[in-house]
């Protein structure tokens, strides 16, 4: 057994106690390893100094792998060192080979409750009824806690999208790091904010549907009105007009129906019955 209180050697035993329960409460880093691995004997110093580090935030469980065979073979392991997150009873993240400590640190505290996780989630509720200024109080708070967190950033940029602040939303989510402006939030907001920006010139709605009714074939009537139809959350309505579109005037504003139609499909996030079926219809119809 380890000396330490945040290092549990895990065995089939004390597994269900040890980890399963446990992970009620923090989160459990599970290593797979073994004597005969040099790169198991590698990862495991900078998995105890981080242990020791977190002083209790997560727990470190050991489980030997030519000790406990079948616990190994319950959970799949097939190549170590193989590193499995658990929290809430169950294994909800997990990392192979010996990775570097930065790389491990940033792996667990995607995991780790925060104080400013309480604020962020006031604040978004705080959004949600309206009142901006005393969100924007509580993000203030979140970030002063927790500098440089995406999540506190993505907080922030949601924050001055729904008060208007186009560029610096953009200029918070642009500063992201590359994977996390891939998340479907990220890229959402960044859509979002491309079609906010297209209709601050535009004639409104009701004027783009008379001019519709009189030429239906108006190019830059269907593209604008689309691009209501977004602001508005109608969806469906957006897509039939830009798809009405790039059949029509494929080349209108470089191919702006079909590249409005994958944004949408972004801030969708990618999924979902309306986006299945008209990327299907979207594909059809360029081909």
């Known amino acids: ?26 989160p459990v880093l599970v290593d797979f390893w073994a004597e005969w691995c040099n790169p198991c004997k590698a990862l495991m110093p900078a998995l105890a100094k981080l242990a020791e580090g977190y002083q209790g935030k997560f727990i470190l469980a050991k489980v030997n792998t030519e000790e406990q065979q079948p616990l190994a073979n319950h959970f799949g392991i097939r190549s ?19 990775l570097p400590e930065p790389e491990i640190r940033n ?28 969100a924007g109080n509580l993000i203030q708070q979140a970030a002063q806690l927790d500098p440089g967190s995406p999540r506190v950033m993505l907080a922030n ?35 979002r904010i491309q079609f906010d920006r297209s209709n601050a010139d535009n004639p409104p709605p009701e004027v783009l549907e008379q001019r519709l009714q009189e030429n239906p074939a108006d190019s830059e009537a ?27 005037d494929r080349e209108y504003g470089d191919d702006a129906a ?16 309306l986006v299945k079926r008209y990327r299907n219809r979207m594909f059809n119809a360029l081909h």
Request: glycine letters at 6%.
């Open 1 to 26: 057994m380890t000396a330490s209180p945040y290092i549990i050697d895990v065995t089939a035993e004390n597994f269900q106690q040890a980890v399963l329960e446990t992970s009620m409460s923090r």
């Open 258 to 273: 079909r590249k409005d139609m994958l944004r949408i499909f972004e801030l969708l996030g990618g999924q979902g019955e």
């Open 157 to 191: 940029a949601r924050y001055l999208t729904t008060t208007g602040k186009l560029e610096e939303a953009e200029q918070q989510l642009l500063a992201l790091p590359k994977e996390e402006q891939e998340s479907p939030e990220a890229a959402s907001m960044l859509a």
């Open 222 to 248: 269907l593209h604008q009105l689309a691009s209501y139809k977004i602001m508005e959350n109608d969806y469906e309505t957006a897509l039939e007009l830009l798809l009405t579109l790039m059949q029509k």
């Open 107 to 134: 792996f667990i505290d995607k995991h780790i409750p925060r104080e400013s996780d309480g604020l962020l989630a006031q604040a978004e509720q705080l959004l949600l009824q309206g009142d901006t200024e005393t």
């Open 80 to 98: 170590i060192p193989c590193v499995k997150l658990f929290l809430n009873g169950q294994m909800v993240d997990e990392f192979l080979g010996a």
